[in-house]
């Protein structure tokens, strides 16, 4: 378990932390989400030791550790480049730590063939350059080279941000299950939001170097607590006041007032209205296919909304094909204008 | 060790390294260099009273003017003749479609592998008033002047294709990057290929270019070795002359030298002012999102064709014959050297290896022996000397540079403020001639007062070697350091963190880390400074220490020492085997920095796995 408690860090008189308040359990995949400059990168290496905070403790294991050198913390590190050494070979890479703790030459070589068997590493590929490898193998290379000294936590630094969607995809899912079968405490660092969802056990979602949310990644999308991570997850639509007017005639807890959004999966096309439901009569103005779903834009007249439709196959509609929009007012995620000025403050 | 000892630790290596760099900024590179300033000043008249203007008065009234004339215009005319020639090279070798291009590159590159006094001496072998091509002109015009190669003409001409190694690998580099859809582009709106490279790709040339003039013109004002071996009146040898010359021969010889020193200091500085100024301005940078490698251009034209290809021969044989002939010559015997006709019968190692005495017939009748009169470059023991000393100051200066600049990039990529006035620091050498440099430490430090260095006289007896070393060292850092600084660059910042992060301390890091990245730069430094100091002749001949005297004093001696008969026979056949095992030297380090050297770890582990498997086969047969 790890514990940050009212970290602040400054780099001049800029502030990049503002009391940063969080707890990882242990065990848990947990991801520090937000955009770039956030303060997320930041906060993992206040974790890991290489900044120290102005104020605040980070405690590990009941342990005080926010003045601990970076190399007795007993956290591992993958970063966003891997940071494999390219003047060694994977085995030397893995067995650097090892070496460094004078360990015996036998036990490097148990050691080392032992995660490597664990994260997939032959012993050909043990003997190769790092630069012989293929991403998805450096990344497992990074990863030994970080379990290997069997630390209490791993911190992740957007190890996949370099890589190309296809194979981040493939990446992620490994990454995953090598933190299951690991059982290791695991805080991830990314601004990949899907990345995040898949991932996480829990995330922490930063803006302007604070934390404006912390829960599941189920309380994240569908129960965003400020309107920055409502905005920030997923894509989502703003309701304007005439369509807001609408739906607080169909339902009073709907405020014209106050910041109105919508996520797009929950708007539908040419379905039957039910319960509060209410219909928007518009013209499908673009058609966007993505395969699995179809992406619509709709002038509903005072606005243009977005809509996901699962690609059946059946109901595919035309540009300039006129539709009806159904929206359920219990799906608006609304938020209170002053929040948007304390979000930004 | 704690937190608190780790820091004092880094504390005390802080001081220690702020102390060091000082010491040798101040006392190595400012203050002999003011001393030459202040010495123009401090001229005492005949009645013993300081006369602050006396050297400028001298240089405005008396010949002084002329040598700063001559240096200019040699090296306006050396911008001219060496852009026209080191660009057509280029063109001749990248941009047309010239047959057997390959093999002219061959040609073209032969500067890279010898410069400097072997280049000279090698031109002089041909082109002398006994030339062998003079010769054989002189056979073909007799009304020709057999001393056409002399002063101006000679030194310009000779200095023309010496120069263009800087074209072949920067203005080629720059051409090679030229996206061709660019060409291509003006070609499909109807350009012709010279207009093309008129309009399209000369002009992405120009900064090259413009650095390249910049270049040569300082090399031009500088120019030393071609001026002295041929004799044409420079800044730079009257510096040399001026320096070892004393108040009884001349006025105040010393401080003309300074006055002369300065003079070159303030021209180079500001041409690298405009030099950098320009830099900084930032030109032509490709837009090309995916650039298309540029393909040679036909010459449709064809007697345009056949012109250029005879002018692209024409260089070629300029560049090759005195290599060829050299190597040819370096096994020929002193006879068929000395008549400078190719002897089939007469091939000989004696150039190289070996010594024999040499027995004649005085006019009385009397038979006599001059031992030793014939004496390979190995056996002779001038030449070892001097092969000996250059290796000694070229390899300990080469690797001081390496090792100042490695710990100064290790500073300066930590510390990003302080880091900036040490690399000034380290770059203030780069402003100023070697020349001012070589006589600053001359004449500073033959002395015993200088007290930073515990009262010695550094020019005095064996001393001077560390006096050379020392000023190659700082001659040799901006070079260094631009080149290691580069390298510093490619070691993502992660790594030394990750290090860190698995419990590795400074020097471990530093050690296991980071060298491994940046030592075959270092290593690639190392050898080319090595290489341009083992045959370098211009600063050896400021210092001008009998037990300093280097390789190329050596070299160029052997210009002279065939004068007297029965002794020293064989110079210029040693004097070919010296350019010889120049080349050789040369051509090996800029293998294995270029071939050997660049290899990155998965080449070499292929490298290794080959070796492995070609034994077990040989161990199955």
């Known amino acids: 378990m790890i514990r940050l408690d009212g970290i602040v860090v400054k780099f001049g008189d800029f502030t990049a932390l503002h009391d940063i308040n969080v707890q990882v359990n242990d065990g848990e995949f947990f991801t520090f989400l937000g955009p770039s400059g956030c303060g997320k990168t930041t906060t993992l290496r206040t974790i890991t030791g290489f900044i120290e905070p102005a104020a605040g403790t980070v405690v590990a294991d009941g342990k005080d550790i926010t003045r601990v050198p970076i190399e007795d913390r007993n956290i591992g590190i993958v970063f966003q480049s891997y940071a494999l050494f390219p003047t060694m070979t994977v085995y030397d890479n893995i067995a650097f730590g090892l070496k460094v703790k004078h360990l015996k030459k036998a036990e490097i070589q148990r050691r080392v063939k032992e995660i490597a068997a664990k994260v997939e590493l032959s012993d050909e590929q043990l003997g190769k350059a790092v630069g012989q490898l293929s991403g998805g193998q450096q990344q497992r290379v990074a990863i030994a080279r970080a379990l290997v000294l069997e630390p209490s936590i791993i911190c992740m630094d957007e190890p996949l941000s370099n890589l190309d969607a296809k194979l981040r995809v493939q990446l992620r899912n490994e990454l995953k299950k090598m933190q299951k079968d690991f059982g290791i405490t695991t805080i991830y660092v990314t601004h990949d939001q899907e990345e995040a969802l898949t991932l996480s056990d829990r995330i922490a979602v930063f803006n302007n170097g604070c934390i404006e949310q912390i829960g599941t990644p189920n309380e994240i999308y569908n129960f965003s607590k400020t309107e920055f991570v409502c905005n920030f997850i997923g894509d989502i639509n703003k309701i304007e006041i005439e369509l807001a007017a609408k739906l607080a005639q169909a339902d009073p807890s709907v405020s014209p007032e106050n910041h109105n959004f919508i996520r797009l999966e929950r708007i539908h096309v040419n379905t039957e209205p039910a319960g509060r439901q209410i219909v928007a009569e518009g013209v499908v103005t673009s058609r966007e296919y993505y395969g699995l779903y179809i992406k619509y834009t709709v002038d509903v007249g005072s606005q243009s909304v977005k809509v996901i439709e699962k690609n059946d196959g059946i109901r595919i509609y035309e540009e300039g094909q006129k539709v009806n929009v159904v929206i359920d007012p219990a799906d608006v995620m609304a938020y209170p204008p002053a929040a948007e000025g304390e979000a930004a403050s | ?621």
């Open chain 2, 1 to 621: 060790m704690t937190q608190t000892g780790k820091q004092s630790g880094a504390r005390i290596w802080k001081i220690l390294l702020g102390f060091g760099f000082c010491y040798l900024f101040f006392g190595f590179m400012l203050l002999p260099c003011l001393n030459t300033l202040t010495s123009i000043f401090t001229v005492k008249n005949a009645a013993g009273q300081t006369d602050p203007t006396a050297v400028i008065r001298f240089f405005l009234a008396g010949n002084m003017k002329n040598y700063v004339f001559n240096s200019l215009k040699l090296a306006v005319c050396l911008v001219i003749t060496v852009n026209v020639v080191g660009t057509s090279l280029v063109l001749l070798t990248e941009y047309f479609d010239i047959k057997g291009a390959k093999i002219l590159r061959l040609g073209y590159m032969t500067t890279l592998i010898y410069s400097g006094v072997a280049l000279v001496t090698g031109y002089m072998f041909l082109y002398d008033h006994d030339g062998i091509l003079t010769n054989l002109l002189v056979r073909a015009f007799p009304g020709m002047n057999p001393n056409w190669f002399s002063g101006f003409k000679a030194v310009l001409f000779t200095m023309t294709f010496a120069c263009t190694s800087n074209h072949m690998l920067f203005l080629r580099n720059a051409i090679r990057g030229i996206d061709y859809n660019t060409v291509e582009a003006a070609r499909n709106m109807g350009a012709n290929p010279f207009v093309v490279l008129w309009k399209v790709v000369l002009p992405t040339l120009l900064p090259t270019l413009f650095s390249l003039t910049v270049m040569t013109l300082i090399t031009g004002l500088c120019a030393m070795s071609a001026p002295t071996i041929i004799g044409y009146d420079a800044i730079n040898p009257e510096i040399v002359r001026l320096a070892g010359s004393t108040a009884a021969d001349e006025a105040f010889p010393q401080a003309r030298a300074a006055l002369l020193s300065v003079i070159l200091a303030t021209f180079t500085i500001i041409l690298l002012s405009v030099l950098t100024h320009y830099e900084r301005k930032g030109h032509y940078l490709s837009v090309s999102k995916t650039k298309a490698k540029l393909v040679k251009q036909k010459i449709n034209n064809p007697v345009v064709n056949v012109l250029v290809h005879i002018y692209a021969y024409v260089l070629f044989v300029i560049y090759a014959t005195p290599v060829i002939l050299i190597i040819v010559f370096s096994f020929q015997n002193y006879g068929a050297i000395k008549m400078k006709t190719l002897d089939p019968t007469s091939w000989t190692l004696i150039n190289y290896f070996g010594k024999y005495d040499f027995e004649y017939k005085t006019p009385r009748g009397k038979i006599k022996q001059t031992s030793e009169a014939v004496t390979g470059l190995f056996s002779n023991a001038r030449a070892v000397g001097g092969i000996k000393v250059s290796l000694l100051l070229s390899v300990a200066a080469a690797a001081l540079a390496c090792l100042i600049v490695v710990i100064a990039c290790t500073y300066i990529f930590k510390h990003k403020k302080s880091g900036t006035i040490l690399e000034s620091a380290l770059l203030f050498p780069w402003l100023l001639p070697t020349i001012l440099i070589c006589y600053s430490y001359r004449i500073f430090f033959n002395s015993n007062d200088v007290w930073y260095v515990f009262g010695k006289n550094l020019y005095l007896g064996k001393n001077v070697r560390i006096l050379v070393i020392l000023a190659y060292t700082v001659v040799k850092l901006p070079f260094a350091l631009r080149m290691i600084k580069a390298s510093f660059y490619t070691i993502d910042p992660e790594l030394e963190d990750a290090a860190k992060n698995l419990g590795s301390g400074t020097i471990r890091t530093f050690l296991r880390v980071k060298l491994p990245i940046i030592l075959p730069s270092v290593l690639a430094v190392f050898a080319l400074v090595f290489n341009e100091l083992f045959s370098e002749y211009d600063m050896s001949a400021t210092f001008h220490g009998t037990e300093a005297t280097t390789y190329a004093m050596v070299i160029k001696a052997m210009t002279q020492t065939d004068q007297r008969a029965y002794y020293n026979l064989n110079a210029a056949g040693r004097q070919c085997a010296s350019t010889v095992f120049i080349m050789i030297v040369s051509g090996l380090i800029l293998y294995l920095v270029y071939g050997v050297g660049s290899r990155d770890l998965s080449e070499r582990l292929a490298a290794k796995e080959k070796r492995r498997k070609r034994r077990e086969l040989k161990k199955r047969v």
